[in-house]
């Protein structure tokens, strides 16, 4: 049977938000808003510190966007990093292949 999620209560830039969350989640969601939370009051301060008054929707969607860009940069060096260990493989397999080949 089935657990029903727990709701939540997130506090995002100065404002509560009960969210539901699937049981053993919790604590990743919460460290979820922590960090939203943080860009999200960058931005503003940013914003305040150069005269602009930026609106909530506008903060997040900057910083939807910002998280949004570095997924992307992580995912693409994730993929580097599998295409380096998959040739690294091949060439150990080769080095391996070719030092037996000298033995016999």
């Not at 209560?9 to 053993?24: A, F």
């Not at 995912?75 to 493989?89: A, C, H, K, W």
């Not at 080095?95 to 000298?102: A, E, F, P």
């Amino acid at each position: 049977m089935a657990s029903s999620p727990k709701t939540l209560s997130l506090n995002i830039l100065d404002r509560e938000y009960r969210i539901n969350c699937p049981e053993g989640a919790e604590d990743r969601l919460y460290e979820s808003a922590r960090l939203l939370d943080q860009r999200m009051q960058e931005i503003k301060q940013a914003g305040s510190a150069t005269g602009k008054v930026l609106g909530p929707d506008r903060i997040a969607v900057i910083a939807a966007l910002n998280m949004a860009n570095e997924l992307i940069e992580l995912r693409q060096q994730d993929q580097q990093t599998q295409r380096t260990l998959s040739q690294l493989s091949e060439d150990i397999d080769q080095l391996l292949d070719q030092d037996q080949q000298l033995e016999l």
